[in-house]
Nanobody, 121 residues
Framework: QVQLVESGGGTVQAGGSLRLSCVAS????????????MSWSRQTPGKQRELVAA???????TYADSVKGRFTISRDNAKNTAYLQMNSLKPEDTGAYYC???????????WGQGTQVTVSS
């Protein structure tokens, strides 16, 4: 089992920046195999959850078109932590951001509780 805890959300004006963190905890084998793939998704009321960015253990990253060039996903395997650096934030980036992890690319077996990001215009 793997537990994920997000932090770093908040309220920021348009054009500002935030950095989200996601710390994984659990058994050694759980973290070793269960976090090969980590991702960030966001949920806005009335809309489907959107995959924002994902990263493999070897730091190969992918992004949604809506955040390319503004968001950067990274990870520190020694700290069992994934990050989402969000720059040039827009009001439409507002939402609850969730971290997820899984053993294989595209799998999200574990989810965090979410952290709220609000971008004011």
């Amino acid at each position: 089992q793997v537990q994920l805890v997000e932090s770093g959300g908040g309220t920021v004006q348009a054009g500002g920046s935030l950095r989200l963190s996601c710390v994984a905890s659990g058994s050694f084998s759980g973290i070793l195999f269960g976090t090969n793939y980590m991702s960030w998704s966001r949920q806005t009321p009335g809309k489907q959850r959107e995959l924002v960015a994902a990263i493999t253990r070897t730091s190969s990253a992918t992004y949604a078109d809506s955040v390319k060039g503004r968001f950067t996903i990274s990870r520190d395997n020694a700290k069992n932590t994934a990050y989402l650096q969000m720059n040039s934030l827009k009001p439409e980036d507002t939402g609850a951001y969730y971290c997820a992890a899984g053993p294989d690319n595209g799998r999200s077996d574990y989810w965090g509780q979410g952290t709220q990001v609000t971008v004011s215009s």
